[in-house]
């Protein structure tokens, strides 16, 4: 069973800085395109950045020049940096991979998975 595992929210003040990692798990052929998503209370889940593995990568417009995502390909991990930090940066954060496992013999299937989320709140 393929678990994405995050780690390194928390309560930090304006202008502040974070790091977040995500960690594959279990047995994975490959992994495509990876993600940080983010998710305010009473708002829709929406696009933070991506990356993909070739190590292009993809950022929301309120994050640009704030944020870095980068990855591991041979670790399967993943990171978001977040510097300078606003309170409206403030939400659950999820990691999001696509990832391609083997269902038996020679066949392999791609299934998009989710973190549980991690907390950041940005707040004075």
């Known amino acids: 069973q393929v678990q994405l595992v995050e780690s390194g929210g928390g309560l930090v003040q304006p202008g502040g800085s974070l790091r977040l990692s995500c960690a594959a798990s279990?047995?994975?052929?490959?992994?495509?395109?990876m993600g940080w998503y983010r998710q305010a209370p009473g708002k829709q889940r929406d696009l933070v950045a991506t990356i993909t593995s070739g190590g292009g990568t993809n950022y929301a417009d309120s994050v640009k020049g704030r944020f870095t995502i980068s990855r591991d390909n041979a670790k399967n991990t993943m990171s978001l940096q977040m510097n300078s930090l606003k309170p409206e940066d403030t939400a659950v954060y999820y990691c999001?991979?696509?990832?391609?496992?083997?269902?038996?013999?020679?066949?392999?299937?791609?299934?998009?998975?989710w973190g549980q989320g991690t907390q950041v709140t940005v707040s004075s």
């Open positions: 999001n991979a696509e990832i391609r496992t083997n269902v038996g013999g020679p066949y392999y299937k791609w299934s998009h998975y």
């Open positions: 279990a047995r994975i052929d490959s992994i495509n395109v």
